[in-house]
């Protein structure tokens, strides 16, 4: 397995402790702070694979922290799991739309923290026997997991990579929730339809005019539709 680096920041030292200790008997370079002003100037300067963070801390909390890590090009597309008390689908849906890939409640268990961890990175790194993907001025390289629109590069967080991808790899079929479920979200049980819909409504927010080609088939779905030209 290749050697992960994980920054954890939660104001909880005797959890960080135990996370610190569960993530490197599986084989995770990890990193803990207890405080977003250390956490952030680490991730800053180590660029880690992941970041987990607790979404209420003193002073700047994990959501703040998310948004920071997402305005900066050096930090933008770090893969970031929000850790919180709260297991409400507004909380969930609030810390997706801050930019966390992935949500995880208080009480968890660590090994479905560290199989999540090791799901987003999958994710991530996953490569395809297609290399490339290209329509209407749109290209996406599978290998790097980078987007240009008209030779403008598009900054992307995983799930939205991961959804245009499914997206375009199957033109003009309809894809319905549970599908996007099973094949980006991976049966996530803090995901649910709204999620979805938060991550599609990203997606063309990034995408501008050219968010025409995906389509929302109401009662069944999404599908890409590729321009008839």
Known sequence: MIESKII???????????LKKVFEDEGFMTI???NTDEGY??????????VIVDIKM???GGLELTRMLRKNPVTEN????MLTVESTEMCKVVGLENGADDYVTKPFSNRELVARAKSLLRRVRRKDGVKKLEHDGLVMLLDSRTVTLNKKQISMRPKEFDLLYILMSKPNI???REFILENVFEYNAAVTTR??????????????PWSE???TVFGLGFKFVPSSK
């Open 58 to 60: 003193p002073r700047v």
């Open 41 to 50: 100037k680490k991730i800053l300067k180590s660029k880690p694979d992941l």
């Open 213 to 215: 080609h995906i389509m």
């Open 78 to 81: 770090i893969p970031i799991i």
């Open 174 to 176: 309809v894809l319905n």
């Open 195 to 208: 999620t979805i819909d938060t991550h599609i409504k990203n997606l063309r927010h990034l995408l501008g």
């Open 8 to 18: 954890i920041v939660d104001d909880d030292q005797a959890l960080t402790s135990l």
């Open 32 to 34: 803990t702070y207890n």
